[in-house]
T-cell receptor, first 114, second 113 residues
Framework: IAGITQAPTSQILAAGRRMTLRCTQD?????MYWYRQDLGLGLRLIHY???????GKGEVPDGYSVSRANTDDFPLTLASAVPSQTSVYFC?????????????FGPGTRLTVL | QKEVEQDPGPLSVPEGAIVSLNCTYS??????FMWYRQYSRKGPELLMY????GNKEDGRFTAQVDKSSKYISLFIRDSQPSDSATYLC?????????????FGTGTQLKVEL
């Protein structure tokens, strides 16, 4: 069982380019999340999805979009990347999205926008 | 002021020492408290999960929550070099709002031989 996989592992991107970060989980979890991790700021929630077909905004959603066409996949898209989006991005999932859920994290994507 | 405050360290201790990691928070709505461990260039992994005030023990790890003081701690007994990692506290309120976890910035721990 792989758990959560993320791709790419790392990426250098020119400002203004479009980029999709991929996230796939094989645990059949209903809820999925995208976080960014920045030095001194910790992990911050970008978008989430409590179940396939639904999404919601987190703490820092601007400049990002997500879709949840099925249970397993939760891609994060940067429509026009800016340098402030340089960060490490983590995808996570949990069984059902309720408060007592444990969130499991993927290995992360290290993104640099120049 | 951040909702969750955590000393970033780094904290360096000798092998076998007792380690104390702490977070304070300001939001009284937080009800669920977690500690995650994150090794370098890896994703966070859940270490401890507590709901009520008091202590919860799991092997060498003890999580402590004091809701009246808005203060949580993680104690590591007989620390090992393999415990060297960044420790993140996380917390959230009742169901809703996307089950948003609010994280501390993490404390970097190094256990030296």
């Amino acid at each position: 069982i792989a758990g959560i996989t993320q791709a790419p592992t790392s990426q250098i991107l020119a400002a203004g380019r479009r980029m999709t970060l991929r996230c796939t989980q094989d645990m059949r979890h209903n809820a999925m999340y995208w976080y960014r991790q920045d030095l001194g700021l910790g992990l911050r929630l970008i978008h989430y999805s409590n179940t396939a077909g639904t999404t919601g905004k987190g703490e820092v959603p601007d400049g990002y979009s997500v879709s949840r066409a099925n249970t397993d996949d939760f891609p994060l898209t940067l429509a026009s990347a800016v340098p402030s989006q340089t960060s490490v991005y983590f995808c996570a999932s949990s069984v059902s999205g309720v408060s007592t859920d444990t969130q499991y994290f993927g290995p992360g994507t290290r993104l640099t926008v120049l | 002021q951040k909702e969750v405050e955590q000393d970033p360290g780094p904290l360096s201790v000798p092998e076998g020492a007792i380690v104390s990691l702490n977070c304070t928070y300001s939001n009284s709505a937080f009800q669920y408290f977690m500690w995650y461990r994150q090794y370098s260039r890896k994703g966070p992994e859940l270490l401890m999960y507590t709901y009520s005030s008091g202590n919860k023990e799991d092997g060498r790890f003890t999580a402590q929550v004091d809701k009246s003081s808005k203060y949580i701690s993680l104690f590591i007994r007989d620390s090992q070099p393999s415990d060297s990692a960044t420790y993140l506290c996380a917390m959230r309120g009742p169901t809703g709002g996307g089950n948003k976890l609010t994280f501390g910035t993490g404390t970097q721990l190094k256990v030296e031989l």
